[in-house]
């Protein structure tokens, strides 16, 4: 599966956001046996893990640095995931990508970008003091 992540954009301090993550058009596949991840690089560091849903269940997990502000879901009928972002903060500025790995019912959470086979392009998010 190919992913695409849009929705970004120049906000400022204390403003929301929502991303939405789908499959691209050329994708042969949908998400439904997929889960979804949300990863974050600022610029100079690493790829940081946000949250993630199972797309099947729409269980869910989240880093301990986002929770109370980000919430993810999903919309199974559009084939989406989607990360709404409140109150962002300069520190939350980067270029937000989202990933997938095929669910095969492994109850543990995978929390790095490597184990997250397929991504796409991600989309800026910039956020303004």
């Known amino acids: 599966v190919q992913l695409q992540a849009s929705g970004g954009g120049l906000v400022q301090t204390g403003d929301s956001l929502r991303l939405s993550c789908t499959a691209s058009?050329?994708?042969?596949?949908?998400?439904?046996?997929?889960?979804v991840g949300w990863f974050r690089q600022a610029p100079e560091k690493e790829r940081e893990f946000l949250a993630a849903i199972r797309m099947s269940s729409g269980a869910t997990h989240y880093a301990d640095s986002v929770k109370g502000r980000f919430t993810i879901s999903r919309s199974n009928a559009n084939d989406t995931a989607y990360l709404m972002m409140n109150n962002l903060e300069p520190a939350d500025t980067g270029i937000y990508y989202c990933?997938?790995?095929?669910?095969?019912?492994?109850?543990?959470?995978?929390?790095?970008?490597?184990?997250?086979?397929?991504w796409g392009r991600g989309t800026q998010v910039t956020v303004s003091s």
């Open positions: 990933q997938a790995h095929f669910y095969t019912g492994y109850p543990v959470w995978r929390n790095t970008s490597e184990e997250y086979y397929y």
């Open positions: 058009e050329d994708s042969e596949d949908t998400l439904a046996t997929y889960a």
